[in-house]
Each structure stands twice: as C-alpha cells, then as structure tokens.
C-alpha cells in the first residue's frame, strides 16, 4: 500500500525464493507495503536536518525535535514514524554535530535507525555553505507470526505457515546507513541537496535479503517579505531512487514571526497526485514551538487512506559546547 503513497520511495530490494504461487503473491504485496522506508513528513521544512545532515547548526542554537507521524488511520497497520533528533552548532570544529533515532513501521516491518552526522560550515556567496556526512545503524525486524499464508494452519493459536522459507517468530537483522549532503543558506534562501546508501550492502533477513534502495533528497525554500508582519516561504522538496521521482511543492506564510500556516501537494502529474497537506505552527515561546500538518488524499486510493497525521515539537537552546569561545583572531600586517 505505500507504495501507492510514495511511489518514487525508497523501494525495499526484499527478496525472498518460494515454491508456491500464492505465498509468492502474498509476499510481493507484503513488499509493496514496506516500500517506504525513509521517515516520510509534510513537515520537513521546519525539521530539514531530517533528510540533510549539511543543515545541522544552521538555526545557530541547539534544537531538538520530536515528531510522531501517523499515516491513514483509516486502515490498520498504517505507517506509523517516531523521530527524536538534536543538532548544534560546534565552532571549535567549524562546523555542527547532530544525532536522531527515528522508529518506522510498516505493516509486519518494524525499522529502528540511529544516526550521528558532522558538517563543515563556511561563509560563501553571501550566506554560509555547509557539506556533512551522516553515519548510522540500522536494526530491522519482521513479525513472521503476523504473517498469514493461503496455505497456513493457524486454528487453536498455532503457526504454520507451511512454507520452509517462512519464520514463524520475529526475525533482526542489522546493518549501516549513510549520507553526504550539502546545503546553502542565507537571509533569503535555504537550499539542500543529499545522496543516501548509494551503495548499500544487502542485509539477511532470515531465509530472505532486504536493501535500501539509494535516495536522492532535495530541498530549496525562499523567503520573501510581504510586507512588515507576514513573510512567504514558497519551498520545493523531491525524492527520487534515481528511477522514479516525488515531488513536494508547498507555500508557508510566518505572520510577525510566531504564527505559521501554509498548503503543500505531494505530485505533479496525474500518476503521482498523492495527498494536499495543511500545516500550522506557532512559537509559544522563544525556545519552545508546535507544529502540525493533516494530510488528506487526492489519488484513486483516497477512500482507504485518507488521514494522516503528523506532529512535531521543536526546543531550542543554546548550545552545549564552543558559546564562549574567544573570536577569531585577525593579524593587523601593520603590526608585523
């Protein structure tokens, strides 16, 4: 099913050899539902670190993030995305440190990744360019008891899948990820462009292989001021495994710094019209903000998975490390 939703996502290279038909048929639907292995959000734009490790410190503070999406609720086992993440700026190394965890399951899938990034920063054409790189971990999971099989005997509680290839427990497996990013921003623009596992091993999963399939992430947001109170944040984000491409086109308006609310379409053409996102956000304090985002389904699938919700709640600090450093020197050749 999300494939559906995402149709350029990161496509789960899971392949597993049976004998029968039917079991194959079963499984083929199974890895259509664990299409979508990135964390998915029409948020992202208050979070870009997310998908751009070249972005942590920009917001010059140390911020932390939490987000739970949760997607068509109008159907069980919907997709469902738990993220925690931190960054900040790091002057003693030029640049910022950053780590998250984020929890994604899909149906009988479950895949747990943590992750810790460094980036380079540097002033450039009059903003700062960023380049990062992003190492991480992860653990994926398959309930084979949740698995139903036409073939299967499951009266009185039992398991048996009747399949020698299938497991009738949970199954791990464990494995890297990775990311190389770059980033650009100024008072005006913010622009990021990131290549995920472009080379990715394969993973056993029990008598089967899973793969993250590359990702290619990009991002661009202009700022432009309305008038004294409100600012328009007109932004394009893509996805792409370099075969089939995503699009998210939205516009934010920020009323006198504190009030956020805005429309973004995930497609652009008649096969990959997915969803109209709204979203809101609001700065309760300096240091604390909300935002939230209900997404409501435009494709031929809107009748099943229509509902998706996703909140997120963003602190900022100062940061941990480097804010009394001495400023850089300058040498005055006069004094030579």
């Known amino acids: 099913m999300a494939i559906f939703e995402e149709q350029l996502c990161v496509k789960a290279g899971f392949t597993i050899y049976m004998k029968q038909f039917l079991t194959l048929g079963l499984l083929v639907y199974t890895i259509a ?38 997607q068509w609720t109008g159907i069980g086992q919907g997709p469902s995305t738990q993220y925690i993440g931190a960054n900040m700026p790091m002057y003693a190394w030029t640049g910022a440190i950053g780590a998250d965890l984020f929890t994604h399951r899909a149906g009988n899938l479950r895949i747990n990744q943590l992750r810790a990034s460094y980036n380079y920063v540097t002033p450039g054409f009059g903003g ?35 399949d020698p290839t299938l497991e009738n427990t949970i199954v791990n497996s464990f494995g890297v990820n990775w990311e190389v990013s770059a980033a650009f921003t100024n008072n005006v623009i913010t622009a990021a462009l990131s290549f995920s596992d472009l080379v990715s091993p394969q993973q056993s999963l029990a008598k089967g292989k899973f793969q993250f399939d590359r990702t290619v992430n990009g991002l661009v947001r202009y700022d432009y ?43 652009y053409n008649s096969t990959t019209i997915d969803a109209l996102a709204f979203t809101m956000g609001y700065h309760l304090t300096e240091k604390f ?48």
Not at 254 to 266: D, I
Not at 294 to 319: C, Q, W
Not at 326 to 333: F, H, L
């Open 33 to 70: 539902t664990f299409a979508q292995q990135g964390p998915q959000t029409s948020l992202a734009i208050f979070n870009p670190y997310i998908e751009h490790a070249a972005m942590g410190g920009m917001e010059r503070r140390l911020s932390i993030v939490g987000q739970v999406r949760s």
């Open 289 to 336: 903000s909300l935002y939230y985002s209900y997404e409501t389904g435009l494709s031929a699938l809107k009748t099943v998975n229509e509902g998706t919700h996703d909140f997120m709640m963003k602190i900022r600090l100062e940061p941990l490390f480097g804010k009394n450093l001495p400023p850089k020197i300058i040498y005055n050749p006069r004094f030579l």
């Open 128 to 162: 700062l360019l960023s380049v990062g790189g992003r190492l991480g971990f992860n653990q994926i999971s398959l309930d084979g008891s949740r698995i139903i099989t036409p073939d299967g005997n499951y009266d009185d509680g039992a398991i048996n899948h009747n």
């Open 225 to 267: 001021q309305l008038n004294e109170d409100i600012v328009l944040m007109p932004n394009l984000g893509f996805r792409t495994n370099l075969r089939v491409l995503q699009t998210d086109v939205g516009v934010m308006a920020k009323y006198k710094a504190r009030t956020f609310g805005g429309l973004l379409l995930r497609g």
